[in-house]
């Protein structure tokens, strides 16, 4: 496939100038491209996979409850029709000794065909589930190399599946070329004896450094060089998280390594950025952004959990109509990004009718309003109409798309240009944002923390973007019972097109305030002439910290404020994972916090604690993962500040720490990937304990 500069990506993108399709290598041998017409899936095809929310101990009795559900809640119907079995539908026989594929004998008693049959009497699709390589016992669970893909590529037509997932585990097992096993692959498929028409997800998930280091021709993000002439889909990365446990900053990894070639994507073939994860680890807002990004990116939409335990919040975002339709656009065209990469950003992507889809990305800790312009996107004119994908709001611009957006979240429109009459003006209501704390200014992109007794000031800003005055705006601001609320400022009376305003206020707790999450809404009216009295409402959440610990403290005792980790979550008094005690260089600790890069750690000290001590370093388990990997950083932060810097620590020494924290209210503790990614890193804050 040849390259394409990025200013013709970005032309390709939002039609600032016409450029020829991306042009793609020749075609695999023996491998045809398919006509336009014959397309098995024109847009990106959607369902649902076992993996995430079953695992791999999933039966026909789970799978036809799950096809139940996909159609009972509206999500076939929404263009979830794939019914997916990954990897655990094999008997631990994978063969039978004329080596057909068989299924396990007592989850599937009946084979596959009828729980296939069940499936299509759905309205539904089925897919299915195998590897390129040869299977190879203890490394992988199973393969259709060693000279069996047409035998298994006419097993799973004969059983009529309509789709399937073709790994790469037992592949790089046996050190196979990708590229050569999937075109054999997809060759079998093609010829087929049933003559079956099956869309060819190529899964190759090995990423380095994340799985080691290997050779890039062997690497998913290789495949996007070959794989768009033998497949309706291909991996761009490795997993998005693990079972149970997807966590945002990989959805963000993911979707950036997926947006490295727009170009490669376009109608019956898609870059895939992995399974969509509502309820698996993020917070409602973090897969709101999830969906958003992957509406953008024209990947296709297969749900990793399960769909019976879903909430009807999951099941909403899912269902968007406005983030499918983007997700659908027949033009097929991948977002890219405008502007700098950064913690907010701006991407677009254009849609066949001449409309741009545009998302705001924060990728951040605090709330932002981010704004972008119409002219930068492809658009031209002086009016511009903005539909809200996630409010359903329908407002008029005067070339500003702009949007507050909470900490990791994304505001997602459609954009076009604006004919009649002057519509309802697109004015943007800020989020509360703390901006002081007790009179100090709060470090930029740090989160809020409060206690009993604080007072903090807070701001709430206001646009209009239209092409219409508003009047009469005011803000109200709305706290838990029991907080006393002051407003310093008011609004002018007119905010003219273009115009801003900021309204302050002090918020002071009392002193018995609970801790936890406490949230902060303002309500934002004004008067549109012709339109009336509009209002809109926000929210912002912060913490109301414990309180601080006392004496001589071991601080992995404390309750934490927020705690991240980059493989599982943050343990106490054990190494990464659980059930191991924190040890470094054979030396057992019997207290302090196990994690993995990036991982951070919030504690709040309340300018009660004089000194930090602990002994920091990489846990001796990685010595059971092998050589690679195993370097972190290790920072201690106090209200911003930068304490104590480890520098580079690797597996061969302990380091130790004694920092000052005189004056610190809000304590970090961070770990770094080294700049080597966070392969192998299972990092230790060893003895930890604050002297109060």
Same mark, same amino acid.
């Given at each position: +496939? @040849?390259?394409?500069?990025?200013?013709?990506?970005?032309?390709?993108?939002? /039609?600032?100038?016409?450029?020829?399709?991306?042009?793609?290598?020749?075609?695999?041998?023996?491998?045809?491209?398919?006509?336009?017409? *014959?397309?098995?899936?024109?847009?990106?095809?959607?369902?649902?996979?076992?993996?995430?929310?079953?695992?791999?101990?999933?039966?026909?009795?789970?799978?036809?409850?799950?096809?139940?559900?996909?159609?009972?809640?509206?999500?076939?119907?929404?263009?979830?029709?794939?019914?997916?079995?990954?990897?655990?539908?094999?008997?631990?026989?994978?063969?039978?000794?004329?080596?057909?594929?068989?299924?396990?004998?007592?989850?599937?008693?009946?084979?596959?065909?009828?729980?296939?049959?069940?499936?299509?009497?759905?309205?539904?699709?089925?897919?299915? =589930?195998?590897?390129?390589?040869?299977?190879? !016992?203890?490394?992988?669970?199973?393969?259709?190399?060693?000279?069996? =893909?047409?035998?298994?590529?006419?097993?799973?037509?004969?059983?009529?599946?309509?789709?399937?997932?073709?790994?790469?585990?037992?592949?790089?097992?046996?050190?196979?070329?990708?590229?050569?096993?999937?075109?054999?692959?997809?060759?079998?498929?093609?010829?087929?004896?049933?003559?079956?028409?099956?869309?060819?997800?190529?899964?190759? !998930?090995?990423?380095?450094?994340?799985?080691?280091?290997?050779?890039?021709?062997?690497?998913?993000?290789?495949?996007?060089?070959?794989?768009?002439?033998?497949?309706?889909?291909?991996?761009?990365?490795?997993?998005?998280?693990?079972?149970?446990?997807?966590?945002?900053?990989? &959805?963000?990894?993911?979707?950036?390594?997926?947006?490295?070639? !727009?170009?490669?994507?376009?109608? /019956?073939?898609?870059?895939?950025?992995?399974?969509?994860?509502?309820?698996?680890? +993020?917070?409602?807002?973090?897969?709101?952004?999830? +969906?958003?990004?992957?509406?953008?990116?024209?990947?296709?939409? %297969?749900?990793?959990?399960? %769909?019976?335990?879903?909430?009807?919040?999951?099941?909403?975002?899912?269902?968007?109509?406005?983030?499918?339709?983007?997700?659908?656009?027949?033009?097929?065209?991948?977002?890219?990004?405008?502007?700098?990469?950064?913690?907010? *950003?701006?991407?677009?992507?254009?849609?066949?009718?001449?409309?741009?889809?545009?998302?705001?990305?924060?990728?951040?800790?605090?709330?932002?309003?981010?704004?972008?312009?119409?002219?930068?996107?492809?658009?031209?004119?002086?009016?511009?109409?903005?539909?809200?994908?996630?409010?359903?709001?329908?407002? *008029?611009?005067?070339?500003?798309?702009?949007?507050?957006?909470?900490?990791?979240?994304? $505001?997602?429109?459609?954009?076009?240009?604006?004919?009649?009459?002057?519509?309802?003006?697109?004015?943007?209501?800020?989020?509360?944002?703390? #901006?002081?704390?007790?009179?100090?200014?709060?470090?930029?992109?740090?989160?809020?923390?409060?206690?009993?007794?604080?007072?903090?000031?807070?701001?709430?800003?206001?646009?209009?973007?239209? &092409?219409?005055?508003?009047?009469?705006?005011?803000?109200?601001?709305?706290?838990?019972?029991?907080?006393?609320?002051?407003?310093?400022?008011?609004?002018?009376?007119?905010?003219?097109?273009?115009?801003?305003?900021?309204?302050?206020?002090?918020?002071?707790?009392?002193?018995?305030?609970?801790?936890?999450? $406490?949230?902060?809404?303002? #309500?934002?009216?004004?008067?549109?002439?012709?339109?009336?009295?509009?209002?809109?409402?926000?929210?912002?959440?912060?913490?109301?910290?414990?309180?601080?610990?006392?004496?001589?403290?071991?601080?992995?005792?404390?309750?934490?404020?927020?705690?991240?980790?980059?493989?599982?979550?943050?343990?106490?008094?054990?190494?990464?994972?659980?059930?191991?005690?924190? @040890? +470094?260089?054979?030396?057992?600790?019997?207290?302090?916090?196990?994690?993995?890069? !990036?991982?951070?750690?919030? =504690?709040?000290?309340?300018?009660?604690?004089?000194?930090?001590?602990?002994?920091?370093?990489?846990?001796?388990?990685?010595?059971?993962?092998?050589?690679?990997?195993?370097?972190?950083?290790?920072?201690?932060?106090?209200?911003?500040?930068?304490?104590?810097?480890?520098?580079?620590?690797?597996?061969?020494?302990?380091?130790?720490?004694?920092?000052?924290?005189?004056?610190?209210?809000?304590?970090?503790?961070?770990?770094?990937?080294?700049?080597?990614?966070? =392969?192998?890193?299972?990092?230790?804050?060893?003895?930890?304990? $604050?002297?109060?």
């Amino acid at each position: +496939m @040849k390259r394409q500069g990025l200013a013709a990506v970005l032309a390709l993108a939002t /039609g600032l100038l016409v450029v020829p399709a991306p042009a793609h290598a020749a075609p695999a041998a023996g491998v045809a491209p398919q006509p336009a017409s *014959e397309l098995l899936s024109p847009t990106p095809y959607g369902g649902w996979n076992t993996y995430f929310g079953l695992g791999g101990n999933f039966s026909e009795q789970s799978v036809r409850e799950v096809a139940d559900a996909l159609v009972s809640r509206g999500l076939a119907k929404a263009g979830y029709d794939i019914v997916w079995l990954d990897g655990g539908w094999q008997d631990p026989e994978p063969r039978t000794a004329a080596g057909a594929l068989q299924a396990d004998r007592t989850r599937f008693p009946n084979g596959l065909k009828p729980l296939v049959d069940y499936i299509h009497a759905k309205g539904l699709k089925a897919g299915i =589930y195998t590897d390129a390589g040869p299977y190879i !016992p203890g490394k992988c669970g199973l393969g259709s190399g060693g000279g069996n =893909y047409q035998r298994d590529a006419d097993q799973f037509a004969a059983w009529e599946f309509d789709a399937v997932k073709v790994d790469f585990l037992c592949g790089i097992a046996a050190d196979l070329d990708p590229k050569t096993a999937y075109t054999e692959f997809a060759r079998a498929l093609r010829d087929n004896a049933s003559g079956r028409q099956i869309i060819f997800n190529l899964c190759n !998930p090995v990423t380095s450094p994340d799985w080691g280091n290997y050779p890039e021709e062997q690497q998913s993000t290789y495949s996007w060089t070959y794989a768009p002439e033998i497949a309706q889909s291909w991996r761009t990365y490795t997993d998005v998280g693990f079972v149970g446990d997807i966590k945002f900053k990989d &959805v963000l990894r993911n979707y950036d390594a997926n947006a490295r070639h !727009p170009e490669a994507a376009g109608p /019956g073939h898609f870059n895939d950025p992995d399974y969509l994860a509502p309820e698996l680890g +993020m917070s409602d807002e973090e897969f709101r952004t999830q +969906m958003s990004l992957w509406s953008m990116a024209a990947a296709p939409l %297969i749900v990793g959990s399960d %769909i019976r335990k879903l909430g009807q919040t999951s099941v909403d975002i899912l269902t968007d109509a406005d983030a499918l339709a983007i997700n659908q656009d027949p033009a097929v065209v991948q977002a890219v990004r405008v502007g700098p990469a950064g913690t907010t *950003e701006t991407w677009v992507k254009r849609l066949a009718n001449g409309d741009r889809a545009v998302l705001l990305l924060n990728r951040g800790e605090t709330s932002k309003t981010l704004t972008a312009k119409a002219s930068a996107l492809g658009l031209s004119g002086d009016r511009f109409t903005l539909r809200n994908a996630w409010t359903d709001q329908v407002t *008029e611009s005067a070339g500003t798309i702009s949007a507050a957006v909470p900490a990791h979240g994304a $505001a997602l429109f459609r954009v076009a240009k604006a004919h009649g009459l002057p519509g309802v003006p697109h004015v943007t209501a800020g989020l509360p944002q703390v #901006t002081q704390v007790g009179g100090d200014p709060l470090p930029e992109g740090t989160a809020p923390v409060l206690a009993g007794g604080d007072e903090a000031k807070v701001e709430v800003a206001v646009r209009n973007d239209g &092409v219409l005055p508003v009047f009469t705006p005011q803000v109200a601001l709305t706290t838990p019972d029991g907080w006393r609320v002051q407003q310093l400022s008011r609004a002018p009376k007119l905010l003219n097109p273009g115009g801003s305003a900021t309204v302050t206020f002090t918020v002071t707790l009392p002193g018995s305030a609970a801790p936890g999450g $406490a949230t902060l809404t303002a #309500t934002t009216s004004y008067d549109v002439l012709g339109h009336g009295r509009r209002q809109q409402r926000t929210a912002s959440t912060l913490v109301v910290a414990p309180v601080p610990p006392d004496g001589e403290a071991v601080l992995s005792h404390h309750t934490w404020i927020s705690a991240t980790s980059g493989w599982m979550n943050p343990t106490v008094d054990q190494s990464v994972g659980g059930g191991s005690p924190i @040890k +470094m260089l054979g030396q057992v600790y019997p207290t302090g916090l196990g994690v993995a890069s !990036p991982s951070t750690v919030r =504690y709040y000290v309340g300018d009660q604690c004089s000194r930090l001590a602990a002994v920091v370093g990489i846990d001796d388990a990685v010595n059971n993962v092998g050589p690679d990997g195993g370097t972190s950083t290790f920072q201690v932060v106090g209200d911003g500040r930068v304490l104590y810097d480890s520098g580079v620590v690797t597996r061969e020494a302990v380091h130790q720490v004694d920092v000052d924290l005189t004056g610190v209210r809000v304590l970090d503790l961070v770990v770094g990937d080294a700049g080597d990614g966070g =392969y192998n890193d299972r990092a230790d804050w060893a003895g930890l304990t $604050a002297t109060c």
